[in-house]
């Protein structure tokens, strides 16, 4: 079964520490991979994606990822963490096996907490 | 730019009632998803639509029914709701490209609770 794993319910990390949250996938094919952020009462905001080329995604408010096939996994970084980025992200991945139908599978979330 | 507009935005109710939500988009996407987010579980997909009347149900469909009569508007309704259906939804476009579906705009959420 096609399935998004992320580890860690919650991570934290003082301000001005690198942050990491973990994902891991699960499918057949190759995949598109997301990362979403959500703040306290708002919707999903897109950070980065993966479709393919290089291996290193650069996206919003400094965050990056990179794909890592053969571990199959897609975790999300960034240098230096700021208080701000405390949120909940999701990890996603468009189902390849679902034909063009573009369904997303997600993860089930990781709280991180930047500490000042 | 409005993008996707849920409403309403919160919602209480009775065991038994019925109610439909609304999701309207204004990027002429062809492809429109309805999740529920709970604690824990991230989202999981209830139905989609992959084009102006067609739907498909998701990993979570039970209790729900969804109507695509107009490209830009997905309703969700909610026949006779339970309190196993307090929830947040999200409603999500997508359009597609060279690289297939892979562009997705998400609505702000309608917080649901059923008493």
């Known amino acids: 079964a096609q399935s998004v794993a992320q580890p860690e319910d919650q991570v934290n990390v003082a301000e001005g520490n690198p942050l990491t949250v973990k994902c891991t996938y699960s499918?057949?094919?190759?995949?598109?991979l997301f990362w979403y952020v959500q703040y306290p009462n708002r919707g999903l905001q897109f950070l980065l994606k993966?479709?393919?080329?290089?291996?290193l995604v650069k996206g919003s408010y400094g965050f990056e990822a990179e794909f890592n096939k053969s571990q199959t996994s897609f975790h999300l970084k960034k240098p230096s963490a700021l208080v701000s980025d405390s949120a909940l992200y999701f990890c996603?991945?468009?189902?390849?096996?679902?034909?063009?139908?573009?369904?997303?599978?997600f993860g089930q979330g990781t709280t991180l907490q930047v500490k000042p | 730019n409005a993008g996707v507009t849920q409403t309403p935005k919160f919602r209480v109710l009775k065991t038994g009632q019925s109610m439909t939500l609304l999701c309207a988009q204004d990027?002429?996407?062809?492809?429109m998803y309805w999740y529920r987010q709970d604690p824990g579980m991230g989202l999981r997909l209830i139905h989609y639509s992959v084009g102006e009347g067609t739907t498909a149900k998701g990993e979570v469909p039970d209790g729900y029914n969804v109507s695509r009569l107009k490209k830009q508007n997905f309703l969700l309704g909610l026949e006779s709701a339970a309190p196993s259906q307090t929830s947040v939804y999200f409603c999500a476009s997508a359009h597609a490209g060279g690289q297939g579906v892979y562009g997705y705009t998400f609505g702000s959420g309608t917080r649901l609770t059923v008493v």
């Open positions: 993966y479709i393919t080329g290089d291996n």
């Open positions: 990027m002429n996407h062809e492809y």
């Open positions: 499918v057949s094919g190759n995949p598109y």
């Open positions: 996603a991945v468009r189902d390849p096996s679902s034909g063009n139908t573009g369904k997303l599978i």
